[in-house]
Every structure is written in C-alpha cells, then in structure tokens.
C-alpha cells in the first residue's frame, strides 16, 4: 500500500502550515480526501511534491489562479505551459525596466537632496515628492 499522511504530516513535509493545505483545498489545488468513519483522512504521498510545484511557482511569480491552469495542464500541453511562462517573463522584463527607472530617478532625487543640504536649502527630496500644482479654479 502506497504512504499516506495525516494532512499535518503533509504540512509539515511540503514545509507549509496546516491552513494552507487547507486553503490550497478549498481554492481546488489539492483534492481534499475522504474522510473515514474513524480517523483521519489520509492523503497520498505525492500531493507533498504537488505542494512544492505550487511554492515554486508561487517563487517564479504565478499566481494562484496561473498555477491551478498549469497544474490542469498536466502533462498534456507543454506549448500552452510554455505560452505562460513566457508571458511571466515578459511581465518579469516590464517590472525590471520600471525597477530600473524607479532605480534612477530615486538616484537623481538623493544626489539633488545631498546637493540641497550642502547649500542648506529646504530639501529637494521632500520639495520634489510635494504635490505643488495650483488648485483649479472654477
């Protein structure tokens, strides 16, 4: 007979708290198995490397709705599995550029700070970040 676990078995296993077992099950993730007359219900060893694919792709960025359509995908359809991946790293590739823009300006906004303090003017910084535009009159 296959090993089976506790669901704290599985937890602690899979290296996650019991309650998200529990929320992977009632979002649909994870099949939630019978429950015996007497016990526990028990479930099958490999659910633990199904909980390590979602976390990993959870660490890649895809979102829980993301990994249910991938998980459905199984080993069926590598071009759509493909398809989705590549759309997280193009997403991945934006948010770098903009990291990198955020990167500079703040850049720019401590050097003009640093420059503000030396002349001992109000700081450039806070001026900059202040919502200055007149108010509409109407």
Do not use: W
């Not at 948010?95 to 050097?111: F, K, P, Q, V």
């Amino acid at each position: 007979m296959d090993e089976t676990l506790t669901i704290g078995m599985l937890a602690k296993r899979a290296d996650v708290n019991v309650e998200t077992v529990r929320y992977y099950q009632r979002i649909g993730l994870l099949k939630e198995p019978p429950k015996p007359l007497q016990g526990y219900r028990r479930y099958p060893l490999r659910e633990v490397s199904r909980i390590h694919f979602i976390k990993r792709a959870q660490e890649l960025g895809f979102s829980l709705k993301e990994i249910a359509e991938l998980l459905q995908l199984n080993d069926g359809c590598c071009s759509a599995a493909r398809h989705m991946a590549e759309q997280k790293r193009d997403l991945v590739s934006t948010r770098l550029e903009d990291l990198r823009r955020i990167h500079a300006t703040l850049g720019a906004m401590i050097d003009a700070c640093l420059k503000s303090e030396a002349e001992g003017g109000s700081c450039a910084l806070i001026e900059s970040l202040t919502d200055n535009k007149p108010e509409a009159s109407g």
